[in-house]
């Protein structure tokens, strides 16, 4: 449960009042910081990149591992020998950073996507649409006026063309 902020004649703190606002689910809890789709992209790129490097230095240990065995494969010395046994000690660290890293892309990569997501809910609210609740049959004529013929919307009252009204059906509630 949120704190309840003292008002201005109570002594309460003005600007923190302008920056959150009292209302339903305007203000952050304690400990609780606002996303938005920008911050989300950035720390989605950073955690990708990040899983890409932890990518980049297993294939470059894998890389030189292979080169060593062939290496010892060839010559069969016993210093060859000996610097391949010491390349395998670090196979168990290397493929956990390796794997670690893969993790890595596919967070960076939903973080990356819910931030575009997001940004396209916004979008759409800005613009007075209710995305979540828009479906297709809102957006496509659905009937058409008996006196002229013009295909209307689901939620159309009147023709857009002859001023005609259209009749309403009621709704049958379920038994």
Sequence with gaps: MLPKHPSPSQGGNTSLMRQFPLGAGTQPGFG??????????TLGLLIITLGALFIALGGAYF????????????????ADLARLSNSMLAMPIIITITLFGLGM???????????HITEQLLAGNRNGQNVATSTVSDTRPA?????????????????????????????????
Aim: glycine share 10%; hydrophobic share 30%; with cysteine.
């Design 143 to 175: 009937r058409m006026c008996i006196k002229c013929g013009t295909l209307l919307y689901q939620h159309s009252a009147y023709c857009p063309s002859c001023g005609n009204p259209v009749a309403t059906v009621p709704k049958v509630s379920g038994q």
């Design 32 to 41: 609780e910081t606002s996303m938005t789709p920008r911050s989300l992209d």
């Design 63 to 78: 890389y030189q591992l292979f080169q060593t065995i062939s290496t010892a494969g060839t010559t069969g010395t016993a």
């Design 105 to 115: 892309l596919t967070v960076g990569g939903s973080f990356m996507a819910s931030a």
